[in-house]
């Protein structure tokens, strides 16, 4: 598909199918779909698209597909618990030093395994209201232990450039935030965004501003989104990566590799690889946590340090991320010969080639 044919975001999949990306005869499961979670696929994103690639690891992530009608084992429509720890509506304070601010529930594009999939989207709130984002802001003001505000969505960078400026400055104006950092995929989904105006409204003189940006494929790092990451970076704005481990899309060896290294390529340091979480009607999507391990393995063995994120977890109910990759070191008991007693605990360590190596616990 070439981006010149298309003008404008595809949001239903009669025009899916009229692009060449979704089937005829799937079109009544689509409108099912369609019906309960958004979709979006921008020219930059269908431009990506090889229709005449079932497998296309582009189109898996954003072309809906009927099995999202299928309910698995556990899924739940707030998976990492947001709502456990909300205590003002826009804002979730899981952890001491930060907060995450949902300041609109709008995206570029619908990921088909998005874990807010049935909070974002243009059927839902679109934005904070002015009460509740005053609200949300003096709850910031008033918790001195908010270290970083944590902007996210939603895409926070679907706001325009002017409305993103007045909350950067808003948040830059409390003492205690040093950090803003903003969650988006917009540099991938719709590159032409990061104008030099959007580029000015993130940068503030009382805070740090941060971006983390989410891609799973090595192809959705282009061209033009290389030249709008580029635009963040020689701006100084610091940036890091979250990706998310998808059956289809990144699940082998190569592909992630492949992913990290134009991540940082693109001056983008790799910080997170997520366990799918257990969004409704995901399942397919999701790789199992021994085929994460296996392939965080392989990545320490391949590819340079700078290239490797943590793979991490979301409890589910709201517990917060814990850290899942393979463990390389294991203590192990060595006990005296006479009477059997233990003497000192030691640690397995395993290299990269699978050596194991006997280490001393001081
Ligand atoms: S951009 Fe983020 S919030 Fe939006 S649909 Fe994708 S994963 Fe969900």
Redesign the pocket.
């Known amino acids: 598909m070439s981006k010149s044919h298309l003008a404008r975001t595809l949001r239903e999949p009669r025009e899916l199918v009229a692009q060449g990306l979704a089937r005829d005869v799937d079109l009544p499961n689509l409108e099912s779909v369609a019906a309960r979670y958004a979709i979006a696929v921008t020219p930059e994103i269908a431009a990506l698209i090889n229709p005449d690639d079932p497998h296309d690891p582009i189109a898996r992530q954003f072309i809906p597909s009927a099995q999202e009608l299928v309910a698995g084992p556990g899924e739940r429509a707030d998976p990492i618990g947001d709502d456990a720890h909300s205590p003002v509506a826009g804002i979730v304070h899981r952890y001491p030093d930060r907060v995450l601010f949902k300041l609109i529930h709008v995206?570029?594009?619908?990921?088909r395994?998005?874990?807010?999939?049935e909070m974002?989207g243009p059927g839902k709130d679109s934005a904070l209201s002015e009460e509740a984002y005053a609200a949300a802001l003096a709850y910031i003001r008033a918790h001195a232990e908010v270290w970083e505000v944590i902007l996210?969505?939603?895409?926070p960078l679907m706001l325009s450039p002017r409305r993103l400026a007045e909350i950067m400055a808003d948040l830059a104006a409390i003492d205690h935030v040093k950090i803003i950092r903003l969650?988006t995929?917009v540099p991938v989904a719709d590159p032409e965004r990061i104008s030099d105006r959007m580029v000015g409204a993130l940068k503030v003189s009382d805070a740090t501003t941060w971006v983390a940006l989410?891609a799973n494929h090595a192809r959705e790092l282009g061209p033009n989104a290389r030249a709008a990451i580029a635009r963040l970076a020689d701006a100084g704005i610091p940036m890091v990566s979250q990706s998310v481990l998808l059956r289809g899309v990144n699940d082998n060896a190569q592909a992630l590799e492949a992913l990290m290294r134009a991540f940082v390529e693109c001056r983008i340091k790799p910080y997170y690889l997520h366990h799918g979480d257990l969004a409704p009607g995901t399942a397919h999507l999701r790789a199992t946590l021994a085929e994460g391990q296996e392939l965080m393995r392989r990545l320490r063995g391949r590819v340079s340090g700078l290239c490797q994120p943590d793979y991490v977890l979301d409890i589910p109910g709201g517990a917060g991320k814990a850290p899942i990759g393979p463990a390389y070191h294991v203590p192990q008991d060595s006990f005296g010969s006479e009477r059997e007693v233990v003497r000192e605990t030691r640690y397995r360590v395993t290299d990269y080639c699978g050596e194991v190596h006997m280490y001393p616990s001081s």
């Open positions: 995206c570029a594009v619908y990921c395994f998005c874990f807010r999939r974002v996210t969505g939603g895409d969650h995929r989410h």
